[in-house]
């Protein structure tokens, strides 16, 4: 890369080279937040709905059924796969109920904005919604699940294409 291109250049050359690489390790790398990486990445690749979407977004993925659930810290990756059951605001939290499997309190007024990405991922297509906290880093990823040979569920998809319609999620410059 040349001294005079700008670092928001320099990221979307190597997103356009490398689409699949790691959202975080890219962050690290050019000293941005995982928001720039994903707004870096190629056009067709990503749509943006604000934060105020959350709810409407994680109750509308309680009804898909098995997905994997990804937080990404610095400390490492954790990895849920089964279905995330739709929760209810209460005490300033989404709080997600059950006692087994996925269930928690999501502080969903920290969300500044969800994008919904389609992007190769260590050579196979990929879909998910990242949920963005008010820092620009990534509270968490919902991935559209993969069927016995790997593919991506194709029920899933057409419900994660029809939620970022639904959210009027747009393509960011």
Same mark, same amino acid.
């Given at each position: @890369?040349?001294?005079?291109?700008?670092?928001?250049?320099?990221?979307?050359?190597? $997103?356009a080279e490398n689409p699949g690489a790691i959202?975080?390790?890219?962050?690290? #790398?050019?000293?941005?937040?995982?928001?720039?990486?994903?707004? +870096?990445?190629?056009?067709? @690749?990503?749509?943006?709905?604000?934060?105020?979407? *959350?709810?409407?977004?994680?109750?509308?993925?309680?009804?898909?059924? /098995?997905?994997?659930?990804?937080?990404?810290?610095?400390?490492?990756? @954790?990895?849920?796969? !089964?279905?995330? &059951?739709?929760?209810?605001? =209460?005490? !300033?939290?989404?709080?997600?109920? !059950?006692?087994k499997g996925f269930h928690g309190h999501l502080?969903?007024?920290?969300c500044a904005g969800l994008a919904f990405v389609?992007? &190769?991922? @260590?050579?196979? &297509?990929?879909?998910?919604? $990242? *949920?963005?906290?008010? /820092?620009?880093?990534?509270? %968490?990823?919902? %991935?559209?699940?993969?069927?016995?040979?790997?593919?991506?569920?194709?029920?899933?998809?057409?419900?994660?294409? =029809? $939620? +970022? /319609?639904? $959210?009027?999620?747009?393509?960011? #410059?």
């Amino acid at each position: @890369m040349s001294a005079s291109m700008s670092a928001t250049a320099e990221l979307a050359v190597a $997103l356009a080279e490398n689409p699949g690489a790691i959202i975080e390790e890219v962050a690290r #790398a050019h000293k941005v937040t995982t928001r720039a990486v994903v707004e +870096a990445l190629p056009a067709g @690749m990503r749509r943006f709905a604000p934060g105020s979407t *959350f709810i409407q977004a994680m109750q509308d993925i309680g009804t898909w059924g /098995d997905v994997t659930l990804i937080v990404h810290t610095d400390d490492g990756i @954790m990895e849920f796969g !089964g279905p995330v &059951p739709a929760g209810e605001v =209460a005490r !300033g939290y989404y709080n997600v109920p !059950g006692s087994k499997g996925f269930h928690g309190h999501l502080r969903h007024e920290r969300c500044a904005g969800l994008a919904f990405v389609e992007r &190769p991922f @260590m050579g196979r &297509p990929s879909a998910s919604i $990242l *949920f963005f906290n008010v /820092d620009g880093g990534i509270m %968490f990823k919902v %991935f559209v699940g993969r069927d016995e040979n790997r593919e991506l569920k194709a029920g899933q998809l057409e419900k994660f294409r =029809a $939620l +970022a /319609d639904a $959210l009027g999620a747009k393509p960011q #410059a």
